[in-house]
């Protein structure tokens, strides 16, 4: 059984870091496309950050140079260090594990990071 924990999320303010991560079991970790995304009240979901095994990231524009993703193929966890929090960072951010060669795609439940004063 697949399952992705995400943990991390809360309360900032604005400027402040936050650092959320996400637990994966039941896949072969290594093989996946590890993703972040977002989903704010009356918004469609889309990409924060993604990161392959070997390092490779890809970010939004929005988020560049302020948030960091990483991840751990021991610990089968991947991480989303955020900097620099602005209220339109308000959101569900959901973990995802992709495969592309055998059409797995995974969700995580969210976790919810709101960013006011």
């Known amino acids: 059984q697949v399952q992705l924990v995400e943990s991390g999320g809360g309360l900032v303010q604005p400027g402040g870091s936050l650092r959320v991560s996400c637990a994966a079991s039941?896949?072969?970790?290594?093989?996946?496309?590890m993703g972040w995304y977002r989903q704010a009240p009356g918004k469609q979901r889309e990409l924060v950050a993604t990161i392959v095994s070997g390092g490779f990231t890809n970010y939004a524009d929005s988020v560049k140079g302020r948030f960091t993703i990483s991840r751990d193929n021991v610990k089968n966890t991947v991480y989303l260090q955020m900097n620099s929090l602005k209220p339109e960072d308000t959101a569900v951010y959901y973990c995802?594990?992709?495969?592309?060669?055998?059409?797995?795609?995974?969700w995580g439940q969210g976790t919810q990071v709101t960013v006011s004063s």
């Open positions: 995802n594990a992709d495969r592309r060669s055998n059409f797995s795609n995974y």
């Open positions: 039941g896949i072969i970790f290594s093989l996946y496309r």
